[in-house]
Nanobody
Framework: QVQLAESGGGLVQPGGSLRLSCVVS????????IGWFRQVPGKEREGVSC???????IHYADSVKGRFTMSRENANTVYLQMNVLNPEDTAKYYC?????????????????????WGKGTLVTVSS
């Protein structure tokens, strides 16, 4: 069983920054991809970024490219640095792992294959 725990969310003004953390724990931590996703109630979940654990390749959604940066501290901890935040970034952010490679097509990140999810951390961008 794999557990994921996100942290770092909060209230930030437009133009501000936040850094989210995701800690992965449990047994059999042999995942091929780890990603960040976000969701607003009543809207479809959106992929934000995805990292291939084999070679470190990172994919970003077009909506966050140039503003968000995903990084990995060690085998069990990843971050999402979010800069120049705007109200449209308000959402609950989740990290998830997959035994399959990232699925990123035409500027979108897909959750197919993501089988373990954290409970999320809320990011609110508002003045």
């Amino acid at each position: 069983q794999v557990q994921l725990a996100e942290s770092g969310g909060g209230l930030v003004q437009p133009g501000g920054s936040l850094r989210l953390s995701c800690v992965v724990s449990g047994f059999n931590l042999d995942y091929d991809a780890i990603g960040w996703f976000r969701q607003v109630p009543g809207k479809e979940r959106e992929g934000v970024s995805c990292m291939s654990t084999s070679d470190g390749t990172i994919h970003y959604a077009d909506s966050v490219k140039g503003r968000f940066t995903m990084s990995r501290e060690n085998a069990n901890t990843v971050y999402l640095q979010m800069n120049v935040l705007n109200p449209e970034d308000t959402a609950k952010y989740y990290c998830a792992t997959s035994p399959d490679p990232c699925l990123a097509v035409l500027g979108r990140i897909y959750a197919s294959g993501m089988d373990y999810w954290g409970k999320g951390t809320l990011v609110t961008v508002s003045s």
